[in-house]
């Protein structure tokens, strides 16, 4: 069995589409005489997705399914097939097919040769709407500056060696980024390039202000630089506190022209430092969420053994 291939698979309200992204996958590997075992992690459904995984599991006795029992967000529930998986290696890929299954055994020969992580790198953005691929295009950029990991072409779909999946699972935080975390433990890499499949079935669960907060907690989660920005803000202001100073004693005193100045300084230093605390208070909260120690996810059920 060492050259089994774990396939993990998250699923949040998924019931149209488990049944068929297990059959698809399973045929794929099949007929690539790969051995394999798929793991469904229902993300607290609140539709028929776990018995969906049931009905997988009694079809295919390889079919495996954890749930959870409420919804903690696809990269824990990735995890937590990362937690279960047995194989070798471990594919992990969405539940809706975006990510070709067709593309495992090219992924799996990879990692024969010696890649340790076998990326998949996205060709084409699907059906992505032109704002959502700047948004996209910004928040990379970003967070390979910040982060100084190259993240701008990566997604979720990924091939990786038992090696780093024990070094992923070896990770003490409690809020796990899928995508950086691979980034970061580095290993031998490959890439291979696929174009996204529309859905076929179901919808996205992403909403402008969900991936919003998903950027924010990338970039929080590997760089500390936001918080300086109270330094420029502070060195900003000082240096407008001396040259108004200056000016002052220099060109002298015009009432009403000098009050709106300093008001509208003194409110805009003010609102600066508000946002400076709101982000060290982020920071903060992540510090303290960590300091509890509560686990990433619930399991409520599991099926397969
Ligand atoms: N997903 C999940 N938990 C969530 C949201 C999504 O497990 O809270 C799963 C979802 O079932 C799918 C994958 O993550 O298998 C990608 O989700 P989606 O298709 O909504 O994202 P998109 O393809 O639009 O980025
Ligand atoms: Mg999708």
Same mark, same amino acid.
């Given at each position: ?32 005489? /790969?051995?394999?075992? @798929?793991?469904?992690? !229902?993300?607290?459904?609140? !539709? ?19 749930? %959870?029992?409420?919804? %903690? ?20 890929? &969405? ?8 593309? @495992? ?18 060709? !084409? ?17 970003? /967070? ?24 992923? $699972? ?24 696929? !174009? ?11 909403? %402008? ?27 900003? %202001? ?15 005193? &015009? ?23 709101? /982000?060290?208070?982020?920071? $903060? ?12 996810? /619930? ?7």
């Amino acid at each position: 069995m060492d050259r089994l291939l774990s396939v993990v698979i998250p699923a949040f309200n998924e019931e149209a589409m488990v049944e068929k992204a297990a059959s698809a996958v399973a045929a794929v590997l099949r007929g690539a005489d /790969i051995p394999y075992e @798929l793991i469904f992690v !229902d993300d607290g459904s609140r !539709d028929g997705t776990w018995e969906a995984i049931l009905r997988a599991h009694e079809a295919d006795k390889c079919v495996r399914g954890v749930s %959870f029992s409420r919804n %903690f967000g696809k990269d824990r529930a990735v995890f937590a097939g990362l937690a279960k998986a047995r194989g070798a290696c471990v594919a992990v890929m &969405d539940c809706d097919l975006q990510h070709p299954p067709a593309m @495992l055994p090219e992924m799996a020969a990879l990692w024969e040769q010696g890649f340790e992580v076998v990326e998949g790198v996205k060709r !084409d953005r699907g059906e992505e709407s032109g704002l959502h691929r700047l948004c996209a295009g910004a928040f990379y950029a970003v /967070i390979s500056r910040l982060a100084k990991l190259d993240m701008k072409r990566s997604s979720d779909f990924k091939l990786m060696d038992r090696k780093v999946v024990d070094a992923l $699972l070896a990770l003490p935080e409690e809020d796990v980024f899928f995508r950086g975390l691979t980034a970061f433990v580095g290993f031998r890499r490959a890439e291979v390039a696929f !174009d996204v499949a529309q859905r076929e079935a179901g919808e996205s669960k992403w909403s %402008f202000r969900s991936l919003a907060r998903y950027a924010v907690s990338s970039v929080t989660a590997f760089s500390a630089a936001p918080m300086q920005l109270a330094t420029v803000f502070g060195a900003l %202001f000082a240096a407008v506190a001396v040259v108004t100073g200056i000016l002052y004693a220099v060109v002298g005193y &015009d009432a009403d022209g000098w009050l709106v100045f300093l008001g509208v300084m003194g409110l805009l230093a003010a609102a600066c430092g508000l946002l400076c605390l709101g /982000i060290a208070g982020y920071y $903060l909260g992540r510090v303290f969420r960590q300091s509890l120690g509560r686990p990433r996810y /619930i399991i409520s059920r599991e099926c397969g053994d």
